[in-house]
Nanobody
Framework: QVQLVESGGGLVQPGGSLRLSCAAS????????WGWYRQAPGKQRELVAT???????NYADSVKGRFTISRDNAKNTMYLQMNSLMPEDTAVYYC???????????????WGQGTQVIVSS
């Protein structure tokens, strides 16, 4: 089995910063592409940012210039640095990974359990 464990969420004031982490563990060979998604109350889950194996990144327009996605391949971990947070960033943030398993062909899609981010004064 493979697990994705997120951490770093919490309550922050508008204009503040948070850093989310997502660590993959278990019987995995490597992580291909990573992604952060979020879901606000009453809304659909939306893409926040993605990062490929080669380090290419993609961001939702709403977070461009404020959020930075990165990865540490040696640790099978992904990060999301969130700066200049706004109340509309309040959501449950989920990590997603395309994973190559040990002794299994293809890629498998995994999700974390989610971490709550609340931006409020």
């Amino acid at each position: 089995q493979v697990q994705l464990v997120e951490s770093g969420g919490g309550l922050v004031q508008p204009g503040g910063s948070l850093r989310l982490s997502c660590a993959a563990s278990g019987r995995l060979f490597s992580v291909n592409d990573w992604g952060w998604y979020r879901q606000a109350p009453g809304k659909q889950r939306e893409l926040v940012a993605t990062i490929t194996t080669g380090g290419s990144t993609n961001y939702a327009d709403s977070v461009k210039g404020r959020f930075t996605i990165s990865r540490d391949n040696a640790k099978n971990t992904m990060y999301l640095q969130m700066n200049s947070l706004m109340p509309e960033d309040t959501a449950v943030y989920y990590c997603n990974a395309q994973i190559k398993l040990i002794l299994a062909p293809g890629l498998y899609d995994y999700w974390g359990q989610g971490t709550q981010v609340i931006v409020s004064s």
